[in-house]
């Protein structure tokens, strides 16, 4: 849709390439563009008429808001927002298991919603909120769905258990009570070998009920 | 003499109740740690180069431009030029650098160059004929048999069953021992017949007859039968797929000590297998592990992956490295369990009564062959005749799978019965229970049986094949049963009581995810009258006494039985210690809801911590050991020997070929429960992984490249929740199974699923979909194809 709109206010000239989108016009929407400059200066370059900001190849300067922190490292633009977690800053609840966004283990919540942190570079989760797992525990005390995964047995090797727990926070969220149709949607990004299956139904029921 | 025997019912506090997973909190909450997650100071990340090719040899590699690059820290060539490969995926050189990235980057400019060999992928039946005996092992058979990694065991079996072609000579000897060939098969080779004759003349075939059975009479039998049955069954290679990956992270702390942090299921036995290819004493390897992200049978070894970190640690000043496989990786060489199918034909007279089966069954654990499954499974009919043809090919190792062979036997032979049930126009439930005196626990199933079928609506549910058809939907019901042994296993536990009334236990054991921690805390808990979470539980590391490795249902009987024998002797000695205190002999006492008390006069009594107080400086410790040779268990409080019974309720879209489990039941027996709802997660995790290889998985061979097709967590499917329906468990308890002591559980609830589904859909549509997973294409094929022989 948003190409749609695009290429309504910017109509292909000769000078660009036939994507529909103007490239001026894609840096001004893309997150990338509009959250590193803040952090770094990328080297620009000419390509198809127009100017690119690259980063690297070499390290970049990064600053991350992960659980209400600020964190800094100078990372690769290669870099996963999930490895930078678990490598740089040592927050390693979300998992690294398919690490091509097939089995939801790397769950993380940015600006509240359910991501794949395996699939978003590092550098383009900058000036957003990034919540983890570890997070969730308000004092010392589980956050009820985590209680509710506890109540109903709902971990098993629990290797998968962060990224449900987290997409299940967001599920709820979004949904306080919900369908069997919204957690066949919102669940089904989320892969577990040992079969939990029905304590995180459970779960997620017990919360459901309470309103959570 | 203590009395180490379980306590009966009244006299349980938590064994047998219900009580919360005790590192729950760990898991939801992000804190635990798992060996991917462990970062050591100044880590290093190792990347493996693995072959392309399915089949060839290592002929130069150059790894000049790799070792120049800035971050690089070590290399280590794993299999030189001039080694065979044996699968695609194998691993060749491995690089230590300072970030992933780096590594990766070191491992891609590294230059090999591979001579292709033919290679053998696939797994589909014999050419008539084309089985080979095996004929004495050449000195290159049993080289081929170890880089191929075929068990330990099974090597060993083979040389002292069909002797050696050569003379072993010291030079050969010392060869082996330097390449770190275990003591065992070195030994099995200097006792082994040798056959000079058979030099150079020894199979080399892909196809090597396995076994060949035959008892009473396997061919006239079916003279005598009022039905006979033939069917192709079987199940296909599928993959462990463990959510964390193999791998480990190791350092050198000094010159020889090893430090080692590694997924696993065998924190006991890893230093024992590291010790000999990296030339240390196993004394000098410590080993750790806090949590597991899954084994199911995969992870027992350090692998040539685990040994290649502490390689690369070596040479880079004993830094840490770590190798976590890629997911591509793990799926390819990491776990497979063998595919087994069959020709089957099975005999029946008018009344169910089983006569006679017959099998040519095969299969494939890659390079090694694999054997027979235990097929007929659970039923010992009286006339029998069975042929087995392994088949050697390259698609990389198999490894245990959760109760190995036994799913495969399931799918095989309760596929088959039920195909003869439906020929004597039987409902099964009374074909199966017609015949369930052939079994080694007839009273087991007799007695679960009828639960299951109250809990799935059988007697309701169930109509002759293909009679339950609403619109496009087909309705239908199956089942299987399905045995185990699962004795518990070797195990030594410390347990100390100290002054301020903290307990602690040490033990070398390990949680895969099946609820360890929790059964130890438990049967601790209970003899000292406390909750399982005020037990401080310390596992998963060689500091602590060895206990076995989880795998085949045996830890929970092995950690339970030395638990109790610690705890009832430190009990004991801490009764003693404050009986003058309440003015009572030890023996009149009992430690209860957190005090200890006189038992006829509960109201003389201290709390726990005063009680505690009373023990003196030192804490009291105690040691517990349970044996693997149940005669030296006196008592013995572990069993082996279970029973199950599952049942399947499916609907099948006709018009698509989808199958959708809609209703699911497991009756599952394993001795004395130490923690029901444990258990019952145990039982319904192996219906969904069940239901799992039963309807989406299989590791798919391409046979013109010979690499696996769907290495990934896409095209590799496991079940998703929405693919699971109701589940019910039913565990068997009380008279005729707490008595029998602890038996273990992981593995006999994981066999029965394939088979008990396959019927389910064959009583839907019609039809038998014989080989697993039950696919689209696959019921709609089988539709087809009757329909045609219909018409």
């Given at each position: 849709?948003?190409d749609?709109?695009?290429?309504?206010?910017?109509?292909?000239?000769k000078?660009?390439t036939?994507?529909?989108v103007?490239?001026r016009?894609f840096?001004?929407?893309?997150?990338?563009?509009a959250?590193v400059p803040?952090?770094?200066?990328?080297?620009v370059?000419?390509a198809?008429?127009?100017?690119?900001?690259v980063?690297?190849?070499?390290?970049?300067?990064l600053q991350?808001?992960?659980?209400?922190?600020?964190?800094?490292?100078?990372?690769e633009?290669r870099v996963?927002?999930?490895d930078?977690?678990?490598?740089n800053?040592?927050?390693?609840?979300?998992?690294?298991?398919?690490d091509?966004a097939e089995?939801g283990?790397?769950?993380?919540?940015?600006?509240d919603?359910?991501?794949?942190a395996?699939?978003?570079?590092?550098i383009?989760?900058?000036?957003?909120?990034?919540t983890?797992?570890e997070?969730?525990m308000?004092?010392?005390?589980l956050?009820p769905?985590q209680?509710a995964?506890?109540?109903?047995?709902a971990?098993q090797?629990?290797?998968?258990?962060p990224?449900?727990?987290?997409a299940?926070?967001?599920?709820l969220?979004r949904?306080?009570?919900?369908?069997?149709?919204?957690?066949?949607h919102?669940?089904?990004?989320?892969?577990?070998?040992?079969?939990?299956?029905?304590?995180?139904?459970g779960?997620?029921?017990?919360v459901?009920r309470?309103?959570? | 003499?203590p009395d180490?025997?379980?306590?009966?019912?009244e006299?349980r506090?938590?064994?047998?109740?219900r009580?919360?997973r005790?590192?729950s909190?760990d898991?939801?909450s992000?804190?635990?740690?798992?060996?991917?997650?462990?970062?050591?100071?100044?880590?290093l990340f190792g990347?493996?180069?693995?072959?392309?090719?399915a089949?060839?040899k290592?002929?130069s590699?150059?790894?000049?431009?790799?070792e120049?690059m800035?971050?690089?820290k070590?290399?280590?060539?794993?299999?030189k030029?001039?080694?065979t490969?044996?699968?695609a995926?194998?691993?060749v050189?491995?690089?230590?650098?300072v970030d992933?990235?780096?590594a990766?980057?070191?491992a891609?400019?590294?230059?090999v160059q591979?001579e292709?060999l033919?290679?053998?992928?696939?797994d589909a039946?014999?050419?008539?004929?084309?089985?080979?005996?095996?004929?004495?092992?050449?000195?290159?058979?049993?080289?081929?048999?170890?880089?191929?990694q075929v068990?330990?065991?099974q090597?060993?079996?083979?040389?002292?069953?069909?002797?050696?072609?050569?003379t072993?000579?010291?030079?050969d000897?010392?060869?082996?021992?330097?390449?770190?060939?275990?003591?065992?098969?070195i030994?099995a080779v200097?006792?082994?017949?040798?056959?000079?004759e058979?030099a150079?003349?020894t199979?080399k075939?892909?196809?090597v007859?396995?076994?060949?059975?035959?008892q009473?009479d396997?061919?006239?039998a079916?003279?005598?039968?009022d039905?006979?049955a033939?069917?192709l069954y079987?199940?296909?290679?599928?993959?462990?797929c463990?959510?964390?990956?193999?791998?480990s992270?190791s350092e050198?702390?000094?010159?020889?000590?090893?430090f080692?942090?590694?997924s696993?299921?065998?924190?006991?036995?890893?230093?024992?297998?590291?010790?000999?290819?990296?030339?240390v004493?196993?004394?000098?390897i410590r080993v750790?592990?806090?949590?597991?992200?899954g084994?199911?049978?995969s992870?027992?070894g350090?692998?040539?992956?685990?040994?290649?970190?502490?390689?690369?640690?070596?040479?880079a000043d004993?830094?840490?490295v770590?190798m976590?496989?890629?997911?591509?990786?793990e799926?390819?060489?990491?776990?497979a369990?063998?595919?087994?199918?069959?020709?089957?034909?099975?005999?029946?007279k008018k009344?169910?009564?089983?006569?006679?089966?017959?099998?040519q069954?095969w299969?494939t654990?890659?390079?090694?062959?694999?054997?027979?499954?235990?097929i007929?499974?659970?039923?010992?009919?009286?006339n029998?005749?069975?042929?087995?043809t392994?088949?050697r090919?390259n698609i990389?190792?198999?490894?245990?799978?959760?109760?190995?062979?036994h799913?495969?036997?399931?799918?095989?032979?309760?596929?088959?019965l039920?195909?003869?049930?439906?020929q004597?126009k039987m409902d099964?439930?009374?074909?199966f229970?017609k015949?369930?005196?052939?079994?080694?626990?007839?009273q087991?199933?007799?007695?679960?049986?009828?639960?299951?079928?109250?809990l799935?609506g059988?007697?309701?549910?169930w109509?002759?094949?293909?009679?339950?058809?609403?619109?496009?939907i087909?309705?239908?019901?199956g089942?299987?049963?399905?045995?185990?042994?699962?004795?518990?296993?070797?195990?030594d536990?410390?347990?100390s009581i100290?002054?301020?009334?903290?307990?602690?236990?040490k033990?070398?054991?390990?949680?895969i995810?099946?609820?360890?921690r929790?059964c130890?805390?438990?049967?601790?808990?209970?003899a000292?009258?406390?909750?399982?979470e005020?037990?401080k539980?310390?596992?998963g590391d060689?500091?602590?006494p060895?206990?076995?490795g989880?795998?085949?249902s045996?830890?929970p009987?092995?950690?339970?039985s030395?638990?109790?024998?610690a705890?009832?002797d430190?009990?004991?000695?801490?009764?003693?210690?404050v009986?003058?205190?309440?003015?009572?002999q030890a023996?009149?006492l009992e430690?209860?809801?957190?005090?200890?008390?006189?038992?006829s006069?509960?109201?003389r009594?201290?709390t726990?911590?005063?009680?505690?107080?009373k023990?003196?400086?030192?804490?009291?410790?105690?040691?517990?050991?349970?044996?693997?040779?149940?005669?030296?268990n006196?008592?013995?409080?572990?069993?082996?020997?279970?029973g199950?019974?599952q049942m399947?309720e499916?609907?099948?879209d006709?018009?698509?070929?989808?199958?959708?489990?809609?209703?699911?039941?497991?009756?599952?027996?394993?001795?004395?429960?130490?923690?029901?709802?444990?258990?019952?997660?145990?039982?319904?995790?192996a219906?969904?992984?069940?239901?799992s290889?039963s309807l989406f998985?299989e590791?798919?061979?391409d046979?013109?490249?010979?690499?696996?097709?769907?290495?990934d967590?896409e095209?590799?499917?496991?079940?998703?929740?929405?693919?699971?329906?109701?589940?019910?468990?039913h565990?068997m308890?009380?008279q005729?199974?707490?008595?029998?002591g602890v038996?273990g559980?992981?593995?006999p609830?994981?066999?029965?699923?394939?088979?008990a589904?396959?019927?389910?859909v064959a009583?839907a549509?019609?039809?038998?979909?014989?080989?697993?997973?039950?696919t689209?294409?696959?019921?709609?094929a089988a539709?087809n194809?009757?329909q045609?022989?219909?018409?």
């Amino acid at each position: 849709m948003h190409d749609e709109e695009s290429r309504r206010k910017n109509p292909p000239d000769k000078n660009e390439t036939d994507s529909g989108v103007s490239r001026r016009e894609f840096l001004k929407i893309s997150t990338i563009a509009a959250a590193v400059p803040v952090i770094t200066a990328p080297n620009v370059v000419m390509a198809g008429g127009a100017d690119v900001p690259v980063h690297g190849p070499g390290k970049v300067p990064l600053q991350l808001n992960v659980n209400g922190k600020v964190l800094k490292a100078s990372l690769e633009p290669r870099v996963t927002l999930l490895d930078a977690l678990r490598d740089n800053f040592d927050i390693t609840g979300a998992k690294r298991v398919c690490d091509r966004a097939e089995c939801g283990a790397c769950t993380v919540l940015v600006d509240d919603r359910a991501v794949y942190a395996c699939s978003v570079l590092a550098i383009e989760a900058q000036g957003k909120k990034i919540t983890t797992v570890e997070a969730l525990m308000d004092q010392g005390k589980l956050h009820p769905i985590q209680q509710a995964f506890v109540d109903n047995d709902a971990s098993q090797c629990g290797f998968c258990t962060p990224g449900f727990v987290v997409a299940c926070k967001a599920m709820l969220d979004r949904h306080p009570d919900p369908t069997p149709e919204d957690i066949l949607h919102e669940l089904s990004g989320n892969l577990c070998r040992c079969g939990t299956y029905a304590g995180i139904r459970g779960a997620v029921a017990q919360v459901a009920r309470k309103g959570a | 003499m203590p009395d180490y025997k379980w306590p009966d019912a009244e006299h349980r506090t938590l064994i047998g109740k219900r009580t919360l997973r005790v590192d729950s909190p760990d898991k939801v909450s992000g804190q635990a740690r798992y060996t991917y997650d462990v970062k050591r100071p100044g880590l290093l990340f190792g990347k493996m180069l693995r072959a392309p090719y399915a089949h060839c040899k290592v002929v130069s590699i150059d790894i000049s431009a790799a070792e120049k690059m800035p971050g690089v820290k070590s290399i280590q060539i794993v299999q030189k030029a001039g080694s065979t490969i044996h699968w695609a995926g194998d691993e060749v050189v491995a690089v230590a650098a300072v970030d992933e990235a780096t590594a990766e980057d070191a491992a891609r400019a590294i230059q090999v160059q591979y001579e292709k060999l033919p290679h053998l992928v696939s797994d589909a039946e014999p050419p008539a004929g084309a089985g080979e005996s095996q004929g004495p092992l050449s000195i290159d058979d049993l080289g081929d048999m170890l880089d191929n990694q075929v068990p330990e065991r099974q090597i060993i079996s083979m040389i002292q069953e069909y002797g050696i072609s050569f003379t072993p000579t010291d030079q050969d000897v010392k060869e082996a021992k330097e390449e770190g060939v275990p003591a065992s098969i070195i030994e099995a080779v200097q006792k082994a017949t040798v056959h000079p004759e058979a030099a150079g003349k020894t199979t080399k075939s892909n196809y090597v007859k396995a076994a060949s059975q035959t008892q009473a009479d396997g061919e006239k039998a079916f003279a005598e039968c009022d039905a006979v049955a033939e069917g192709l069954y079987g199940a296909p290679v599928i993959t462990h797929c463990c959510m964390e990956a193999h791998g480990s992270t190791s350092e050198w702390t000094d010159a020889d000590h090893l430090f080692v942090h590694m997924s696993t299921q065998n924190v006991s036995g890893i230093a024992g297998q590291m010790a000999e290819p990296l030339k240390v004493p196993a004394a000098n390897i410590r080993v750790h592990q806090d949590h597991v992200g899954g084994g199911f049978g995969s992870k027992f070894g350090p692998d040539r992956w685990g040994i290649v970190t502490a390689e690369l640690s070596k040479k880079a000043d004993g830094k840490p490295v770590r190798m976590m496989l890629e997911r591509d990786s793990e799926l390819k060489v990491a776990g497979a369990r063998p595919s087994a199918y069959a020709r089957v034909k099975v005999g029946a007279k008018k009344d169910g009564t089983l006569v006679v089966w017959q099998s040519q069954s095969w299969g494939t654990g890659g390079p090694g062959g694999g054997g027979m499954p235990p097929i007929p499974y659970c039923f010992s009919i009286p006339n029998q005749r069975k042929e087995h043809t392994a088949i050697r090919n390259n698609i990389g190792p198999a490894r245990a799978w959760r109760a190995p062979n036994h799913p495969q036997a399931a799918v095989l032979t309760m596929c088959a019965l039920d195909d003869l049930a439906a020929q004597l126009k039987m409902d099964p439930y009374e074909f199966f229970l017609k015949n369930i005196e052939l079994t080694r626990l007839p009273q087991v199933y007799k007695d679960e049986f009828p639960i299951a079928a109250e809990l799935i609506g059988w007697k309701e549910k169930w109509r002759p094949r293909g009679m339950n058809l609403s619109g496009n939907i087909a309705r239908g019901v199956g089942l299987s049963l399905h045995t185990w042994g699962g004795r518990g296993h070797a195990s030594d536990c410390d347990l100390s009581i100290h002054p301020d009334g903290s307990v602690d236990i040490k033990m070398g054991t390990q949680d895969i995810g099946t609820g360890t921690r929790t059964c130890i805390a438990v049967v601790a808990a209970d003899a000292l009258g406390l909750r399982a979470e005020d037990i401080k539980l310390y596992i998963g590391d060689t500091l602590y006494p060895p206990s076995g490795g989880s795998g085949g249902s045996t830890t929970p009987g092995g950690v339970s039985s030395s638990t109790r024998r610690a705890v009832v002797d430190a009990r004991d000695a801490l009764l003693a210690k404050v009986a003058p205190a309440l003015n009572a002999q030890a023996e009149d006492l009992e430690a209860r809801d957190g005090r200890v008390q006189v038992k006829s006069d509960p109201s003389r009594s201290l709390t726990w911590k005063e009680a505690c107080s009373k023990i003196g400086a030192t804490p009291i410790t105690a040691h517990g050991h349970n044996d693997q040779a149940a005669a030296k268990n006196k008592p013995d409080l572990t069993n082996s020997g279970v029973g199950g019974v599952q049942m399947a309720e499916v609907e099948v879209d006709i018009e698509t070929g989808i199958v959708k489990v809609t209703k699911m039941v497991a009756v599952q027996d394993c001795g004395l429960i130490i923690d029901v709802r444990l258990a019952e997660s145990s039982v319904m995790g192996a219906m969904i992984m069940g239901i799992s290889y039963s309807l989406f998985e299989e590791k798919v061979m391409d046979p013109a490249t010979g690499r696996m097709l769907n290495a990934d967590m896409e095209f590799y499917r496991l079940a998703g929740l929405n693919d699971i329906p109701e589940l019910k468990v039913h565990m068997m308890t009380g008279q005729g199974y707490d008595e029998r002591g602890v038996i273990g559980l992981g593995e006999p609830p994981a066999v029965s699923p394939g088979a008990a589904i396959s019927n389910a859909v064959a009583n839907a549509i019609g039809v038998r979909v014989g080989v697993l997973p039950i696919t689209p294409d696959k019921v709609l094929a089988a539709m087809n194809s009757a329909q045609k022989a219909g018409a």
